[in-house]
């Protein structure tokens, strides 16, 4: 067996005395591991950091077996990604979202928000709607999508500032005034056709706390899981260095 594919690194693990076990997600192949001969050595280890994109030969004498990966990098930016805590734990974050897709099931739209998701994350406002997105097409991959395109209530398309905690529906303004204090915000930046360039402070908390009920009631609890430690520390990494910016200004 064996085939080629872009992949970005999402962890490591040391085996033996120097090969490591590397887990990518592929454009392809999905969330797949293999063993790199070599890996835990100083040539390779810049190479196999989570952020980095590669290209991935995998080789195995049956399909289920782990294989062997020959890797080479191709866009290597996880030194640039370590050197501000926010992308530090969006990184870390974001490939524990990816651990949430079936080993070896192709995700391709997902493999592509991945790598867009990353690559952005120098302004620490854009890093956190991104990832927000991200979360959302996640929920909508493991088939618990929102449907934030129509009034849950009336239909309507326009003015949605709501969301219904329990249907996952927007609600328009109108309709949700008389129970304002029990739904949740939408942020402008997810409502359809507004395509708002700038966020603040509160649209972002709004974002995460949209995402983040939805992710722990359909995807987390199932599995006796909670949110991962670096979801808070990349939403406080990001307010922290949005305030300081606002401040400097």
């Known amino acids: 067996m064996e085939w080629t594919d872009e992949?970005?690194?999402?962890?490591?693990?040391?085996?033996g005395?120097?090969?490591?076990?590397?887990?990518?997600?592929?454009?392809?192949?999905?969330?797949?591991?293999?063993?790199?001969r070599g890996g835990a050595?100083?040539?390779?280890?810049?190479?196999?950091?989570?952020?980095?994109?590669?290209?991935?030969?995998?080789?195995?004498?049956?399909?289920?077996?782990l294989g062997y990966y020959l890797i080479e990098g191709t866009r290597l930016r996880a030194a640039t990604l370590?050197?501000?805590?926010?992308?530090?734990?969006?990184?870390?974050?974001?490939?524990?979202?990816?651990?949430?897709l079936p080993e070896r099931d192709p995700h391709e739209d997902i493999y592509e928000m991945l790598e867009h998701t990353i690559e952005d994350f120098?302004?620490?406002?854009?890093?956190?709607?991104?990832?927000i997105r991200f979360e959302l097409a996640m929920l909508a991959e493991l088939g618990f999508g929102l449907d934030l395109e129509n009034c849950a209530a009336t239909g309507a398309t326009t003015d949605l500032v709501y969301v219904s905690p329990k249907s996952g529906g927007a609600v328009s303004r109108s309709a949700g005034a008389p129970f304002h204090d029990r739904l949740l915000k939408l942020p402008a930046f997810l409502r359809q056709n507004e395509g708002a360039s700038e966020w603040t402070e509160q649209d972002l908390r709004d974002g995460f706390a949209l995402t983040g009920l939805f992710l722990m009631r359909h995807v987390l609890e199932p599995r006796g899981q909670s949110h991962s430690d670096a979801r808070d520390?990349?939403?406080?990494?990001?307010?922290?260095?949005?305030?300081?910016?606002?401040?400097?200004v």
Not at 7 to 15: A, D, K, M, P, T
Not at 52 to 58: D, E, K, M, R
Not at 233 to 248: M, T
């Open 233 to 248: 520390g990349f939403i406080n990494a990001v307010l922290k260095r949005r305030a300081r910016y606002q401040g400097a």
């Open 82 to 100: 370590f050197a501000s805590s926010h992308a530090v734990y969006g990184v870390t974050h974001l490939a524990a979202l990816a651990r949430l």
């Open 17 to 36: 005395e120097s090969s490591a076990i590397v887990e990518l997600l592929t454009r392809s192949h999905g969330r797949h591991l293999g063993l790199v």
């Open 122 to 131: 120098e302004d620490a406002g854009g890093a956190a709607a991104h990832l």
């Open 41 to 65: 050595g100083k040539r390779m280890r810049p190479l196999l950091q989570p952020g980095n994109s590669v290209t991935a030969v995998w080789r195995a004498r049956l399909d289920e077996h």
């Open 7 to 15: 992949g970005i690194v999402l962890g490591v693990r040391r085996h």
